[in-house]
Each structure stands twice: as C-alpha cells, then as structure tokens.
C-alpha cells in the first residue's frame, strides 16, 4: 500500500502536525516504506488465529473503588500555559 | 402507526437513543480520583486523568459489576471477553487526546426495554450495546470573552453508554424509553438517573422517511439533559428535516446541538473530517475478561425489577395496570405502598396511594422518603374507612388535617368529632326533618322524577355535617321515599 499526499495532509490534520506541502512527497516516500515493511505480515495465513492482546499471561489487574488520588490542583495546572483561578485556560472553542 | 402529515403526504420518523449514564462509583473509572459531582474546580484530578506522560489506567472493579448488572437488568448478553478501545480526537477538556471506550467488543450485547404508554398499550425497543468508556473533562465558554476555561473534575468518569435499536417512532416513545431506562438504573442502583446533574445524558438519532420506504440521512443531536428537551429536540428535528426534503433538499448527515433557550437545533462547527476516529486497542490495557460464575453470583444480587414487580402488582393485588405502573415507577413507591398494603384491601389503598397521597406529595415538593404522613399513619386512615368509622368523603378531609397538623388519623376523628353516624335513628330523624322542610320536593320526586333523589341524599348530608354513612342514607331515603 503506497499513500498519496492527500493522504499524507489529512493524517498529518487528524494528528495536528503541521506538514508544509513541500514535505508531503518525501513524508509520503517514508510512510508507505514502513506500510510495505508491515505488510510482510501479510504472507502469514492467520486463519482462525485470535489476535494476541499482550505477550505476558496475566489478566486484567483490577483496583477497589476507593478514592485514593486527586486533591492537588496546582500539580494538575503546573505545565499549564494558562490558567484562571483553578481553571486550565485555553483559547476560546465554542460550538 | 404515528405518522406525521407534510404537504407532500405522512412521513414515519425513526428514532434511536445513546444514553450517557454515569456509574454511582465513589472513584473514576481508572484512576483513584473522586467521582463526586460539585467539587472545586480540578481538585478531583489525578495525573492519569490529566494526561500526563507515563500514567497507566487501572480499572475500577464496581464500575465492571454495574455494567454487568445493567446488563443483566436489560434482559441483555454480557460479553465474557471484551475489549477497550481508544477513540482518538482532539479537544481541550480531552487531555490524553483520546478517550478509553470499547468499539467491536463491548462489555454488553443486545438487550431489550419494554416501554409502558398510554392506554396500556407497550412497546419493546431493542437495545443495541452497553459499553464502558471514561467522561471527558468540562469546558465553560462563557466566563471569559476570549478563553475557554477547562475543569477536568469529570474527566475519566465512568459512564455505561447504552445504545438503542432505531425502534422508536414518536417523541413520547423516546420519552418513555428514558423514564423506564432510567427506572431501571435504579432499580439496579448503576446510575443516580440525575439529568440535571448531568449523570444521564442522551444523544438522538433522528431521521424521517415516507411509511415503508428505506431509512432515511440521519442526524445526532447530542448531549441533551433533560427528557422534556430530548423530545423538544426529537420534534424539532423532524419538523426541520421534512421542511427541507419536502422542498425538494437533501439531509445532511451531521451532529447537532440543541439549544436550550431558543427551542431549536443547530449544526455544530467543527468538520465532519473531525470524526474520524481511528479507533485501536488500547495499548494499556488487556481485554476484560469476567468469570462466569462471578457474572451469575450478580445477577442473584439483582433486585425485583419493575416490570417483574408491576406483573406481581396486577397479579396479587389485583391493580389495574396503569395504577401498577404509577406505582412501580420508583422503588420506594412500591415499597411504601406494599408497607400499607400489608393486611388491607389493596384496591383501596392502591386509589389512596396514587390519588391522595402521591398527589400532596407533588403539591408539597417532596420525595417519598421525606413524607410527611408515613405508611403507617396512612394504614391508620384506611382502617378508619374500611371499618365505616368514617366515610371516604369525611377521610379525604381528616387526611388534609393530617398533613398539616401531622396527627394520627383516630386522633383527629375523635377530636373533631368525625365519626360517621350510623345510628339509624339519627339518620331517620335527619330524613324526616327534610322530608318535612320540602313537601313539593317529595310529591315531584313520587309522581316520577326520580333525579330528585340525589337531592334528597345532599340535604340529609348537610343536615349530618357530612357524617351520616351514605349507603345508609340512602337504603332509609329509599324506604321513606318509596
């Protein structure tokens, strides 16, 4: 599977990462170099093969409802470029 | 079949609801942050919920359980294996860029709600999935003129989303779907039901057609919180869209918002581009994986579930539906009225419950458990009536005493002096001085116009204060008439 730089631009949108047209060739080139590589994969017949969830044999780890955590704003707000009072600030998006 | 008329001839709409319930969990969903509703802004937020680099989720225990119990409460599949699932957007109170929900393998298959309407007529509506997924944060765009402020409180909330089949036709069905969805939650104690505070929210899927023709475009219009909107919304929308196909457009597949203060809906902004969500396993997280038996050990804990409880109403109390109905809509309803039930004529008590009683409740404000007449004292009342100390007329009237003076129904008989008279001899005399008082009356009412009996009943009552028993009353009038 090769991509185009269309599609290049709209992955690149979905992700917002700023890729300037005269990238999008060369970026194109690259990730349809990794597609290919991956698709190796498929020349394995995984016919009724469940997909692998993890590699370690272990389930679940599962916690008590128990309120443990919170109750330090301004660790929450540290890296924050803006705030109000307790607030993150950010700028405006309304719908 | 509700069909709504055009220029152009009927159309059918075709409804389906996403409800956003939040799960009644002391802690979120995978953090060990509180989940209480109102706090100070972002002081309910650990470092997961905030997105910070190197946190791992940990999945809530309880939050499992009462979306199996849910499940299971929806007469629905649970899924033994299932799998969360990263939807991936961005928006400001979403801070990891994602959020945890489950896509192709949900905690819950297809279940289904029977809906109860009017005229004892009911309805089952499918339900789709029930899957678990964190809340996002919450965004307040109107205290700043250029800032938006983010308050991440309910970010990683757990909610269950439970989805319907498109099998709704009509705005009150939709309505009726969120009631007994709602009752049911509950019942089960998963969620709270509150829509104002937010811990049920409903998306709609709305869509018209010609009667049998295919499905038509559909649009989403989210987040509404309250079941009086969602069927403001609902009607809206089918306005809206049979305007414009009937001038000749095209509905364009979209996500809307309702607008509280002007009544209508409205597209949202953002591209559709935006809901491309390239959903993948979450990396962090292994499949869920519930023992068998540790789903059927939940669904012995289940509680007697309305629709089982208002089937055992009918049955052994001999209610008629709709009064079964009334009274199962809330656990502690059923509970209060099956407390004064207990060794009286439940018809009896049945009509005072809804009637009355449910009725001062309104008028007052106030929920059951802060009644100011308990079972007890009301069981007092009906006794009274039931054992023709007093009348049902007279009751009504001690009953009023009772709410306002909180005294027991007996007390307040004898105080006032309201025991019914059932000495025939003051009844008789009561007739005669009436009889005497209107002879043209009498002398009408033998030579034929018998509605001049009712008259004759209402003076003797007046002249008793109210208290002569009336099927003695009229026994003697009928005698002494005759």
């Given amino acids: ?95 | 079949m509700a069909y709504i008329q055009g220029e152009t001839g009927d159309w059918e709409v075709v409804i389906g609801l996403e409800v956003h319930a939040q799960i009644t969990s002391k802690s979120k969903l995978f953090s060990g942050a509180s989940a209480e509703y109102g706090a100070e802004p972002n002081s309910q937020v650990s470092l997961v919920d905030a997105g910070f680099p190197g946190m791992l989720p940990v999945i809530n225990e309880y939050c499992i359980e009462q979306a199996v119990r849910t499940g299971l409460g929806l007469r629905a599949e649970v899924n033994c294996f299932s799998v969360f699932d990263r939807k991936n957007y961005f928006y400001a109170d979403l801070p990891c860029g994602y959020q945890i929900s489950q896509y192709l393998q949900p905690i819950v298959g297809k279940g289904e709600i029977i809906l109860d309407l009017a005229e004892g007529v009911s309805r089952t509506v499918g339900i789709t999935r029930l899957h678990l997924e964190m809340d996002a944060g919450k965004s307040m765009h109107d205290q700043h003129p250029s800032k938006t402020y983010v308050d991440l409180n309910r970010s990683g909330v757990a909610l269950m989303e439970i989805v319907s089949e498109p099998d709704m036709r009509t705005s009150e069905e939709a309505g009726a779907y969120l009631r007994k969805l709602r009752t049911i939650l509950r019942y089960l104690g998963s969620c709270d039901g509150n829509m104002e505070e937010g811990s049920m929210r409903c998306d709609c899927n709305v869509s018209v057609r010609k009667p049998g023709a295919a499905l038509g475009t559909r649009t989403e219009t989210k987040n509404v919180n309250s079941i009086r909107f969602v069927m403001q919304a609902i009607e809206y929308e089918t306005r809206r869209q049979i305007d414009i196909l009937e001038e000749g457009g095209s509905i364009v597949q979209e996500t809307r918002l309702w607008d509280t203060s002007k009544g209508v809906t409205r597209a949202m902004r953002s591209k559709e581009e935006a809901h491309d969500y390239r959903y993948f396993p979450d990396p962090d997280l292994l499949p869920l994986i519930l023992d068998p038996a540790w789903v059927a050990q939940i669904k012995t804990t289940l509680p007697e579930l309305p629709d089982d409880k208002k089937q055992r109403f009918i049955r052994d109390y001999k209610l008629s539906r709709y009064d079964a109905e009334v009274l199962v809509a809330e656990q502690a309803k059923a509970d209060f009225y099956e407390k004064v039930a207990r060794g009286r004529d439940p018809k009896l008590v049945s009509n005072w419950v809804t009637g009355d009683f449910f009725g001062a409740l309104n008028k007052a404000g106030r929920d059951i458990d802060d009644s100011p007449v308990s079972a007890d004292a009301l069981g007092g009342l009906i006794d009274l009536i039931a054992d023709n100390t007093i009348s049902g007329r007279i009751a009504k009237e001690v009953f009023e005493e009772m709410l306002a003076s909180g005294k027991a129904a007996a007390a307040i008989v004898e105080e006032k002096g309201l025991r019914q008279v059932t000495d025939t001899g003051a009844i008789d005399a009561a007739i005669e001085a009436v009889m005497t008082k209107n002879p043209d009356k009498v002398s009408e009412y033998r030579g034929g116009k018998d509605k001049l009996f009712g008259f004759f009943v209402g003076q003797v009552m007046k002249a008793t204060g109210g208290k002569a028993n009336p099927a003695l009353v009229n026994e003697i009038l009928k005698t002494k008439l005759g």
């Fill in chain 1, 1 to 95: 599977m090769s991509l185009d730089k269309t599609t290049v631009a709209k992955i690149a949108y979905l992700a917002r990462i700023e890729v300037p047209e005269a990238d999008r060739e060369h970026m194109a080139g690259e990730l349809s170099k990794i597609l290919e590589f991956v698709e190796q994969l498929g020349e394995v017949d995984t016919t009724g093969v469940v997909p692998m969830a993890s590699v370690v044999d272990t389930g679940l780890r599962r916690r008590s409802d128990l309120v443990t955590d919170g109750g330090y704003v301004d660790a929450v707000l540290a890296n924050a470029p803006d705030r109000a009072g307790s607030y993150f600030a950010v700028p405006k998006v309304v719908e």
